[in-house]
């Protein structure tokens, strides 16, 4: 009698499905972000302490549905923390060049984890107490909005979404936020929702309804804030949200 041996394919390893930390408490600002959907495309946020007065926190916004991208997704965070607490912990930085070194890592991290180009607007701020200003980096990513006693100014896009060329790099300016002020990020998923009351249109929520909602609540709440925006998207549609990822990320500054 012949025994048969079969041979198994050794399973492949786990993906690490990326968990976004806790908010960290801050001294005189505070952060929150709400997320409709049901996680299946590549929003993603993350936010840590990297010094005793520096705040990293990110949103990104990775091409693709969840399941195909969760390596990705997993590399990138691996990177935003590891390599930003490292870059942003010595006292005596410089930020702009720091923000900049850890775009670039990101940005060649992804397409290693992709093998190959993979769009991936991203949006990467880091904010210092001891000074109320915010060293930030948009990567090709949906304007951020800064509300303070001027009115909303956009923050817009400073370089390419990471993960398309592995030397592009984006700038990273510094702003001053004032007692008061408030930043919105939003993912594309909020800008791009839809209405389609009229059979002949199919009109988008768009960043100047976002800007008008922002402008309009007075809270200066960032948990409040950021669920405004996503009901005022809800309000919005004449049908219910599509089953994907709507993401709004409030900093506020209230001291």
Do not use: W
Request: aromatic fraction near 6%; proline fraction near 7%.
């Amino acid at each position: 009698m012949c025994a048969l041996f079969r041979t198994r394919t050794p399973d492949p390893p786990p993906v690490v499905e990326p968990v976004p930390s806790e908010f960290p408490k801050m001294e005189g600002a505070e952060i929150a972000a709400t997320t409709y959907g049901q996680r299946v495309a590549g929003d993603f946020y993350d936010s840590l302490r990297v010094s005793p007065e520096r705040i990293l926190f990110g949103l990104l916004d990775v091409a693709g549905r969840r399941e195909n991208n969760q390596q990705i997704l997993a590399a990138a965070q691996k990177i935003f923390r590891t390599l930003g607490a490292e870059l942003f912990s010595p006292p005596d930085i410089n930020e702009s060049e720091a923000m900049t070194t850890l775009s670039l890592r990101l940005n060649r991290g992804i397409m290693e984890a992709a093998a190959g180009v993979h769009s991936c607007p991203a949006f990467i701020g880091c904010y210092n107490e001891t000074f109320g200003t915010l060293c930030y980096t948009n990567a090709g990513h949906t304007p951020g909005l800064v509300r303070d006693s001027t009115g909303i100014t956009e923050l817009a896009s400073t370089g390419l979404p990471l993960g398309l060329f592995s030397h592009a790099t984006s700038e990273a300016p510094t702003i001053g936020l004032e007692k008061g002020a408030v930043l919105l990020l939003v993912s594309r998923g909020v800008v791009e929702g839809k209405c389609r009351q009229d059979k002949t249109d199919d009109l988008e929520f768009g960043l100047e309804r976002v800007k008008e909602r922002l402008q309009a609540d007075p809270s200066h709440s960032a948990e409040a804030l950021s669920a405004s925006i996503l009901n005022a998207v809800g309000e919005f549609t004449c049908e219910p949200l599509v089953p994907d990822d709507m993401t709004a990320l409030v900093f506020v500054r209230n001291a």
